[in-house]
Protein backbone atom coordinates (compact mmCIF):
# COMPACT_ATOMS: atom_id res chain seq x y z
CA UNK A 1 0.00 0.00 0.00
CA UNK A 2 1.17 3.33 -0.96
CA UNK A 3 1.65 6.36 1.45
CA UNK A 4 -0.65 8.62 -0.55
CA UNK A 5 -3.77 6.47 0.21
CA UNK A 6 -2.90 5.28 3.93
CA UNK A 7 -4.53 8.65 5.16
CA UNK A 8 -7.34 8.40 2.73
CA UNK A 9 -8.08 5.11 4.68
CA UNK A 10 -7.63 6.10 8.06
CA UNK A 11 -9.82 9.00 7.63
CA UNK A 12 -12.62 6.53 5.91
CA UNK A 13 -12.43 4.28 8.76
CA UNK A 14 -12.48 7.06 11.50
CA UNK A 15 -15.57 8.01 9.47
CA UNK A 16 -16.85 5.04 9.27
CA UNK A 17 -16.86 4.71 13.48
CA UNK A 18 -18.30 7.87 14.19
CA UNK A 19 -21.67 7.18 11.70
CA UNK A 20 -21.87 3.88 13.46
CA UNK A 21 -21.56 4.66 17.16
CA UNK A 22 -24.18 7.87 15.85
CA UNK A 23 -26.46 5.39 14.85
CA UNK A 24 -26.46 2.99 17.76
CA UNK A 25 -26.92 6.47 20.18
CA UNK A 26 -30.23 7.39 18.32
CA UNK A 27 -31.29 3.43 18.43
CA UNK A 28 -31.01 3.32 22.34
CA UNK A 29 -34.38 3.94 24.03
CA UNK A 30 -34.36 6.38 26.11
CA UNK A 31 -33.69 6.33 30.00
CA UNK A 32 -36.72 4.30 31.51
CA UNK A 33 -38.62 3.94 28.36
CA UNK A 34 -39.76 0.51 27.72
CA UNK A 35 -38.52 -1.36 24.41
CA UNK A 36 -40.92 -0.98 21.27
CA UNK A 37 -43.39 -3.91 21.19
CA UNK A 38 -41.43 -7.08 19.97
CA UNK A 39 -38.72 -5.85 20.09
CA UNK A 40 -35.60 -8.20 21.57
CA UNK A 41 -34.32 -7.48 25.29
CA UNK A 42 -31.20 -5.93 25.37
CA UNK A 43 -28.10 -8.69 25.71
CA UNK A 44 -27.18 -8.62 29.24
CA UNK A 45 -30.61 -7.20 30.22
CA UNK A 46 -33.15 -9.79 32.36
CA UNK A 47 -35.72 -12.07 31.03
CA UNK A 48 -39.19 -11.28 31.58
CA UNK A 49 -40.51 -13.82 33.90
CA UNK A 50 -42.19 -16.64 32.95
CA UNK A 51 -40.57 -16.15 29.71
CA UNK A 52 -39.42 -19.66 27.63
CA UNK A 53 -35.74 -20.10 27.09
CA UNK A 54 -34.86 -20.16 23.21
CA UNK A 55 -35.32 -23.79 21.79
CA UNK A 56 -31.49 -25.55 21.66
CA UNK A 57 -30.13 -25.75 18.39
CA UNK A 58 -30.00 -29.34 16.60
CA UNK A 59 -25.85 -29.74 17.41
CA UNK A 60 -27.10 -28.61 21.02
CA UNK A 61 -29.26 -31.06 21.43
CA UNK A 62 -27.09 -34.57 20.16
CA UNK A 63 -24.31 -33.01 22.52
CA UNK A 64 -26.77 -32.99 25.22
CA UNK A 65 -28.44 -35.80 24.60
CA UNK A 66 -24.99 -37.73 24.36
CA UNK A 67 -23.81 -36.74 27.44
CA UNK A 68 -26.89 -37.68 29.30
CA UNK A 69 -26.82 -40.89 27.85
CA UNK A 70 -22.83 -41.44 28.57
CA UNK A 71 -22.34 -42.52 25.34
CA UNK A 72 -19.68 -39.65 23.84
CA UNK A 73 -16.28 -40.76 23.02
CA UNK A 74 -14.85 -37.89 24.12
CA UNK A 75 -11.96 -38.23 26.94
CA UNK A 76 -11.85 -35.74 29.90
CA UNK A 77 -7.89 -34.85 30.56
CA UNK A 78 -6.97 -36.35 33.49
CA UNK A 79 -9.45 -38.57 33.99
CA UNK A 80 -8.90 -42.26 33.61
CA UNK A 81 -10.74 -44.75 31.60
CA UNK A 82 -10.39 -48.79 31.95
CA UNK A 83 -11.04 -51.25 29.55
CA UNK A 84 -11.17 -54.97 29.04
CA UNK A 85 -11.17 -56.73 25.71
CA UNK A 86 -9.50 -59.35 23.08
CA UNK A 87 -6.74 -59.05 20.94
CA UNK A 88 -4.99 -61.11 17.77
CA UNK A 89 -1.95 -60.98 16.26
CA UNK A 90 -0.82 -62.53 13.41
CA UNK A 91 2.83 -62.84 13.41
CA UNK A 92 5.22 -63.25 10.15
CA UNK A 93 8.66 -64.43 11.44
CA UNK A 94 10.52 -64.32 7.73
CA UNK A 95 13.38 -66.56 6.70
CA UNK A 96 15.39 -63.85 6.72
CA UNK A 97 16.02 -63.47 10.45
CA UNK A 98 16.10 -67.59 11.07
CA UNK A 99 19.08 -67.05 8.57
CA UNK A 100 20.73 -65.20 11.52
CA UNK A 101 21.39 -68.38 13.15
CA UNK A 102 22.13 -70.82 10.36
CA UNK A 103 21.35 -72.13 6.97
CA UNK A 104 17.73 -73.27 5.32
CA UNK A 105 14.60 -72.27 6.71
CA UNK A 106 11.50 -70.70 6.05
CA UNK A 107 9.03 -68.15 6.46
CA UNK A 108 6.48 -69.14 9.14
CA UNK A 109 2.97 -67.42 10.05
CA UNK A 110 2.01 -67.39 13.33
CA UNK A 111 -1.65 -67.31 14.84
CA UNK A 112 -1.55 -65.14 18.36
CA UNK A 113 -4.59 -64.19 20.58
CA UNK A 114 -5.52 -63.78 23.95
CA UNK A 115 -7.62 -61.18 26.70
CA UNK A 116 -6.32 -57.83 27.09
CA UNK A 117 -6.72 -55.17 30.11
CA UNK A 118 -6.09 -51.14 29.01
CA UNK A 119 -5.52 -48.31 31.81
CA UNK A 120 -5.34 -45.15 29.70
CA UNK A 121 -5.24 -41.36 30.30
CA UNK A 122 -4.04 -38.29 29.00
CA UNK A 123 -3.91 -39.85 25.53
CA UNK A 124 -1.14 -42.64 26.86
CA UNK A 125 -2.16 -46.05 27.79
CA UNK A 126 -0.74 -49.61 29.64
CA UNK A 127 -2.24 -52.48 27.55
CA UNK A 128 -2.04 -55.81 29.41
CA UNK A 129 -2.33 -59.28 28.12
CA UNK A 130 -2.13 -63.01 28.11
CA UNK A 131 -2.04 -64.58 25.09
CA UNK A 132 -1.14 -67.48 23.14
CA UNK A 133 1.21 -67.81 20.06
CA UNK A 134 1.65 -71.01 17.60
CA UNK A 135 4.49 -71.44 16.05
CA UNK A 136 4.14 -73.98 14.12
CA UNK A 137 6.05 -75.14 11.01
CA UNK A 138 5.99 -78.15 8.85
CA UNK A 139 9.47 -80.05 7.70
CA UNK A 140 11.93 -77.95 6.83
CA UNK A 141 15.62 -78.16 5.87
CA UNK A 142 17.99 -76.56 8.27
CA UNK A 143 21.37 -76.56 9.16
CA UNK A 144 24.25 -74.08 11.78
CA UNK A 145 26.33 -71.98 9.01
CA UNK A 146 29.01 -73.57 10.32
CA UNK A 147 28.25 -77.23 9.14
CA UNK A 148 29.39 -78.91 6.26
CA UNK A 149 26.52 -80.07 3.79
CA UNK A 150 26.21 -83.34 4.98
CA UNK A 151 24.94 -81.74 8.22
CA UNK A 152 21.17 -81.10 6.71
CA UNK A 153 18.27 -82.04 9.03
CA UNK A 154 14.03 -81.84 8.60
CA UNK A 155 13.30 -80.12 11.64
CA UNK A 156 9.48 -79.62 12.45
CA UNK A 157 8.06 -77.44 14.85
CA UNK A 158 4.74 -77.81 17.25
CA UNK A 159 6.16 -75.05 19.57
CA UNK A 160 4.00 -72.99 21.78
CA UNK A 161 4.28 -69.72 23.27
CA UNK A 162 2.42 -67.96 26.27
CA UNK A 163 2.95 -64.53 26.43
CA UNK A 164 2.92 -62.30 29.11
CA UNK A 165 3.60 -58.80 27.64
CA UNK A 166 2.92 -54.88 28.01
CA UNK A 167 2.51 -52.21 25.80
CA UNK A 168 2.98 -48.49 26.06
CA UNK A 169 1.47 -46.75 23.41
CA UNK A 170 0.87 -42.66 22.81
CA UNK A 171 -1.95 -41.44 20.80
CA UNK A 172 -1.82 -38.21 18.59
CA UNK A 173 -5.49 -37.33 18.02
CA UNK A 174 -7.07 -37.06 14.58
CA UNK A 175 -10.50 -36.32 15.85
CA UNK A 176 -12.85 -37.20 18.78
CA UNK A 177 -12.99 -40.92 17.17
CA UNK A 178 -10.05 -41.75 15.72
CA UNK A 179 -6.32 -41.34 16.73
CA UNK A 180 -2.72 -42.45 15.77
CA UNK A 181 -0.73 -45.24 18.08
CA UNK A 182 2.78 -45.31 18.47
CA UNK A 183 5.02 -46.80 21.05
CA UNK A 184 6.35 -50.37 21.93
CA UNK A 185 5.83 -53.31 23.63
CA UNK A 186 7.69 -55.76 26.05
CA UNK A 187 7.75 -58.89 28.12
CA UNK A 188 8.04 -62.57 27.87
CA UNK A 189 6.97 -65.87 27.19
CA UNK A 190 7.08 -69.29 28.47
CA UNK A 191 7.70 -72.03 25.72
CA UNK A 192 6.53 -75.42 25.71
CA UNK A 193 5.20 -78.00 23.22
CA UNK A 194 7.60 -79.95 20.75
CA UNK A 195 10.29 -79.73 18.57
CA UNK A 196 11.60 -82.41 15.70
CA UNK A 197 14.85 -82.99 14.28
CA UNK A 198 15.84 -85.44 12.23
CA UNK A 199 19.12 -86.47 10.10
CA UNK A 200 18.34 -85.71 6.34
CA UNK A 201 19.80 -86.13 2.96
CA UNK A 202 19.30 -85.49 -0.59
CA UNK A 203 17.68 -87.73 -2.64
CA UNK A 204 18.95 -87.63 -6.50
CA UNK A 205 15.38 -85.36 -7.45
CA UNK A 206 17.26 -82.75 -5.05
CA UNK A 207 14.84 -83.11 -2.43
CA UNK A 208 16.20 -83.58 0.90
CA UNK A 209 14.40 -86.68 2.79
CA UNK A 210 14.25 -87.97 6.77
CA UNK A 211 17.28 -90.56 7.45
CA UNK A 212 16.11 -93.73 8.80
CA UNK A 213 19.07 -94.74 10.75
CA UNK A 214 23.12 -94.30 11.18
CA UNK A 215 24.12 -94.83 7.31
CA UNK A 216 20.66 -95.66 6.32
CA UNK A 217 20.39 -94.80 3.19
CA UNK A 218 24.32 -94.68 2.29
CA UNK A 219 24.59 -91.86 0.41
CA UNK A 220 27.96 -89.51 0.32
CA UNK A 221 28.59 -88.48 3.95
CA UNK A 222 24.95 -88.31 4.57
CA UNK A 223 22.96 -89.62 7.68
CA UNK A 224 26.32 -90.08 10.16
CA UNK A 225 26.61 -91.47 13.69
CA UNK A 226 27.94 -87.97 14.80
CA UNK A 227 23.91 -87.53 16.88
CA UNK A 228 20.83 -89.66 17.25
CA UNK A 229 18.78 -87.41 15.55
CA UNK A 230 16.47 -90.16 14.28
CA UNK A 231 13.36 -91.12 13.94
CA UNK A 232 11.25 -89.22 16.40
CA UNK A 233 13.91 -87.41 18.15
CA UNK A 234 12.63 -84.52 20.19
CA UNK A 235 14.73 -81.42 20.67
CA UNK A 236 15.53 -80.96 24.18
CA UNK A 237 14.98 -77.54 26.66
CA UNK A 238 17.78 -75.32 27.52
CA UNK A 239 17.26 -77.03 30.83
CA UNK A 240 18.00 -80.17 29.49
CA UNK A 241 20.82 -79.37 27.46
CA UNK A 242 19.07 -78.93 23.97
CA UNK A 243 18.92 -76.08 21.96
CA UNK A 244 14.91 -75.35 22.45
CA UNK A 245 14.20 -72.33 24.85
CA UNK A 246 12.55 -71.94 27.86
CA UNK A 247 12.03 -68.27 28.14
CA UNK A 248 11.28 -66.04 24.85
CA UNK A 249 11.65 -62.17 24.74
CA UNK A 250 8.42 -60.14 23.18
CA UNK A 251 10.69 -56.82 21.84
CA UNK A 252 8.45 -54.79 19.59
CA UNK A 253 8.17 -51.32 18.22
CA UNK A 254 4.67 -50.99 17.08
CA UNK A 255 2.53 -48.14 15.21
CA UNK A 256 -1.36 -48.45 14.54
CA UNK A 257 -4.98 -46.58 14.85
CA UNK A 258 -7.41 -46.41 17.65
CA UNK A 259 -11.65 -45.96 16.72
CA UNK A 260 -13.45 -45.46 19.62
CA UNK A 261 -17.12 -44.30 18.41
CA UNK A 262 -18.41 -45.08 22.20
CA UNK A 263 -17.63 -44.34 25.50
CA UNK A 264 -17.49 -48.12 26.05
CA UNK A 265 -15.90 -49.10 22.59
CA UNK A 266 -12.66 -49.41 21.68
CA UNK A 267 -10.95 -50.96 18.68
CA UNK A 268 -7.73 -50.99 17.52
CA UNK A 269 -5.57 -51.94 14.86
CA UNK A 270 -1.53 -52.53 15.41
CA UNK A 271 1.31 -52.90 13.27
CA UNK A 272 5.10 -53.44 14.26
CA UNK A 273 8.22 -55.59 13.92
CA UNK A 274 10.42 -57.08 16.64
CA UNK A 275 12.10 -60.01 18.49
CA UNK A 276 9.75 -62.66 16.67
CA UNK A 277 9.57 -60.79 13.16
CA UNK A 278 6.44 -58.35 11.67
CA UNK A 279 3.06 -58.49 12.92
CA UNK A 280 -0.38 -56.91 12.57
CA UNK A 281 -3.13 -56.86 15.57
CA UNK A 282 -6.75 -56.26 16.06
CA UNK A 283 -7.83 -55.21 19.38
CA UNK A 284 -11.84 -55.01 20.61
CA UNK A 285 -12.05 -53.45 24.04
CA UNK A 286 -15.29 -52.87 26.17
CA UNK A 287 -15.10 -49.81 28.64
CA UNK A 288 -15.61 -50.39 32.15
Known amino acids: MSARRTPLLVGSSFASILFISQLAFAQEPAEGAAPAEGAAPAEGAPAKEGAEPPPPTPGQT ?15 PGETYRFVGLRYRGIVVPKFMMNLFGDGGT ?6 F ?12 YNFSLWYAAYSMDPTIFKASSDGEDAWELVDSKVKVLYLTADFLWSSELGPEFAFNYGLGAGFG ?3 GDLHRVQAYKAASGEYLKCNAPGDPPVDNYCGSDNN ?13 GSKPNIFPWLVFQTGFRYKPHRNFVARLDLGFGTSGFFFGIGADYGL
Open 62 to 76: TAVSDAEAGSSPVEK
Open 190 to 192: IVF
Open 107 to 112: TVYVNA
Open 229 to 241: HYGGYLEPSWANG
Open 114 to 125: GPEFAIRKDAFE
